[in-house]
């Protein structure tokens, strides 16, 4: 069974950190690429970072330094650690799972979509 349910949005101030994780079913857990995506009001879903199966990591230059994507194998669960927040971070934020390969951050190669929790930074 797929299953992807995000929790840890919230409402912080520029600067501040949050920490997003994502309970995935032990199915789930064990696909070969996992990933954070994010969709800002108005614009098309990004892609954050990925994790493949062995650990190896991406993430789109925006949030390079300040992001960390990680796997919790004992809880099954995809983290996001966020910090240094700006409101240009502000979005929905998506786990995301693929049966192959991390290959890219695009939305369409990945099959397997949580329902989002939402991220809004002020300034």
């Known amino acids: 069974e797929v299953q992807l349910v995000e929790s840890g949005g919230g409402s912080v101030q520029t600067g501040g950190s949050l920490r997003l994780s994502c309970a995935a079913s032990?199915?789930?857990?064990?696909?070969?690429?996992l990933a954070w995506f994010r969709q800002a009001q108005g614009k098309e879903r990004e892609g954050v970072a990925t994790?493949?199966?062995?650990?190896?990591?991406t993430y789109r230059d925006s949030v390079k330094g300040r992001f960390t994507i990680s796997k919790d194998s004992a809880n099954r669960t995809l983290d996001l650690q966020m910090d240094r927040l700006t409101p240009e971070d502000t979005a929905m934020y998506y786990c995301?799972?693929?049966?192959?390969?991390?290959?890219?951050?695009?939305?369409?190669?990945?099959?397997?979509w949580g329902q989002g929790t939402q991220v809004t930074v002020s300034s």
């Open positions: 995301a799972a693929d049966v192959s390969i991390c290959i890219s951050l695009e939305e369409a190669d990945f099959p397997f």
């Open positions: 994790i493949g199966s062995d650990g190896t990591t």
């Open positions: 032990q199915y789930t857990f064990n696909m070969y690429c």
